[in-house]
C-alpha cells in the first residue's frame, strides 16, 4: 500500500532510509554484512548498548526488511536479507543519480 502521492519506489527508499537512520542499527548492518550469519549475543557482544535497545533495533531493521530472523531455539540467527540489501544499494544509487546525468552533482542549486 501507497501513501497517496507517492510512488512505491519513493514508500521503499523512505521504509530503508528510516531504518538505517540510526547509529546503533547502521553497526549492527555492517556487522551482518561482514559474516554470513550470527546470534543475538554474537550482535550484542560488538555494540555498546543494552540487550533489549539491541533488540528493539533488530525489529526495526526486520520490519524493514533488510535483515532477517530464523529461530534456532534457544536462539535466533540474524542475517542480511539479500535480495533487500541488493534493493536498498540500487534504490539509494537510482535516487543519488537522479537529476546528475553526467554522474556529477550540479555546481549550484539555482543555476
Known amino acids: 500500500m501507497t501513501t497517496k502521492g507517492y510512488t512505491e519506489h519513493e514508500e521503499q527508499i523512505a521504509r530503508f532510509a528510516k531504518a538505517m537512520g540510526h547509529p546503533a542499527r547502521m553497526a549492527i548492518l555492517h556487522f551482518l554484512a561482514s559474516q ?26 526486520k520490519e524493514a526488511g533488510l ?3 530464523e529461530i534456532e531455539a534457544p ?3 540474524y542475517c542480511i536479507n539479500r ?7 540500487d534504490l539509494f544509487a ?18
Open 36 to 61: 554470513q550469519s550470527c546470534f543475538f549475543g554474537e550482535i550484542h557482544e560488538v555494540l555498546p548498548i543494552a540487550k533489549a535497545t539491541v533488540s528493539q533495533h533488530l525489529k526495526e531493521l
Open 67 to 69: 535483515i532477517q530472523g
Open 75 to 77: 536462539k535466533v540467527r
Open 83 to 89: 535480495s533487500n540489501w541488493l534493493l536498498a544499494r
Open 94 to 111: 537510482e535516487f543519488f543519480r537522479e537529476g546528475h546525468t553526467d554522474g556529477r552533482p550540479h555546481d549550484s542549486c539555482c543555476g
